[in-house]
């Protein structure tokens, strides 16, 4: 449900019971409202004269006649306040008052009228009416007294719909706030996985696949599991690129990039480690079945390129598990190399 299908009462959560309890709290009896409702007649007679009076004394406050703004708006208010003194003077201090009381402490909050400023204004009305009160009607002490209770009344009403309005403000930020730490962290991950990935092939980058192979080498010394890597670097490919084209280089790098992808085991690693060279981690796989898996990709290769070739070194830890992750990179590749100058072993263990 929205704030504005709910009417101001409903909202603050008061019910009649709760304006017969406020009421009660501040002991305004039945006989002090019909008081009050009795000196309506001839506070209607000087209204014009209290609500002149009252905005004369606000407006010689720079900070309200700021707040006023402008001359319609003076004549708005007095018309409001004009309501607002017959209010008081009613004796029908029911749901609908209340409920204009509450849309005042609303509408000051809105437009940022502080507290002191309304408690003022509050003060300096009650000033003006009871000298009025004094010279016209009889039971004097108690009417005043009442009028009092009523203005307290009204004061912790206004003051209920403007620290409602502030606690709206704050849970509503709080809202916000962890929606953008929400998206913060979620854009947060997003940027770290990308910045792990090889743009063009979507495969692991080198700086990824150092981490990649460390965390793993750590996983095979615990279990005592072999590991193998496997380097990849296609022969002469500046030759495709200088031949063939660039576009065709990319082709060629992209579709290695898918043998790595799908010609191995869900646990394998596929990577870039730059240009035209790609290494895959192997856990849990010795040079024999690592050897097994190169040479199902090497086909897949020369079966769509019989004019190209790949060189494949492939290293493991063996039973040495203090092996650095750079330490079998540097073997891998060494054996690629011993791999690129044989033609007939294109795949070196
Ligand atoms: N098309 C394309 N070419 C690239 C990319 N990255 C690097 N290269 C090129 O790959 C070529 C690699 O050349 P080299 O390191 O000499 O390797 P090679 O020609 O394969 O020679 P060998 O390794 O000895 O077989 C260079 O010409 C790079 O410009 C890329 O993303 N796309």
Do not use: W
Request: proline letters at 2%; hydrophobic letters at 40%.
């Amino acid at each position: 449900m929205n704030y504005t299908d709910k009417t101001l009462l409903e909202r603050m959560k008061i019910t009649k019971i709760e304006i017969l309890e406020r009421l009660n709290i501040l002991g305004l009896h039945d006989e002090e409202i019909r008081l009050l409702s009795k000196s309506r007649p001839f506070i209607e007679t000087k209204i014009e004269h209290i609500i002149n009076t009252f905005y004369q004394k606000q407006i010689s406050n720079d900070e309200v006649a700021a707040l006023i703004g402008d001359s319609d708006t003076l004549v708005r208010l007095k018309e409001a306040q004009h309501a607002y003194i017959l209010d008081l003077f009613s004796g029908k201090y029911d749901a609908d008052y209340v409920n204009n009381r509450l849309r005042i402490g609303m509408v000051h909050k809105r437009i940022g009228v502080d507290p002191k400023l309304y408690l003022t204004a509050l003060s300096d009305l009650k000033y003006i009416i009871i000298p009025i009160l004094i010279e016209n009607i009889t039971n004097t002490e108690t009417t005043i007294r009442a009028l009092d209770k009523l203005l307290t009344f009204d004061a912790t009403l206004v003051f209920d719909t403007y620290i409602d309005s502030i606690v709206s403000e704050v849970v509503s930020s709080k809202e916000k706030l962890e929606i953008y730490a929400h998206n913060l962290e979620r854009k947060s991950k997003e940027f770290e996985r990308l910045s792990k990935l090889d743009s063009m092939t979507g495969l692991y980058n080198r700086r990824a696949m150092q981490d990649m192979l460390n965390r793993e080498l750590i996983v095979s010394k615990r279990r005592k599991s072999n590991l193998s890597l496997a380097y990849f670097d296609i022969d002469d490919f500046k030759n495709i690129n200088d031949l063939e084209g660039h576009n065709k280089g990319d082709k060629v790098i992209i579709f290695i990039s898918s043998l790595l992808l799908n010609q191995t085991r869900e646990v394998d690693i596929p990577c870039r480690a730059g240009g035209d060279e790609f290494c895959l981690i192997l856990p849990e796989c010795n040079t024999i079945n690592a050897k097994n898996i190169c040479t199902k990709i090497l086909a897949k290769f020369i079966e769509n390129y019989p004019n190209y070739n790949l060189s494949i070194g492939i290293a493991d830890t063996g039973n040495n598990y203090a092996l650095k992750e750079y330490d079998l990179i540097k073997s891998a590749d060494s054996k690629m190399y011993k791999a690129k100058k044989e033609n007939a072993q294109k795949i070196q263990i």
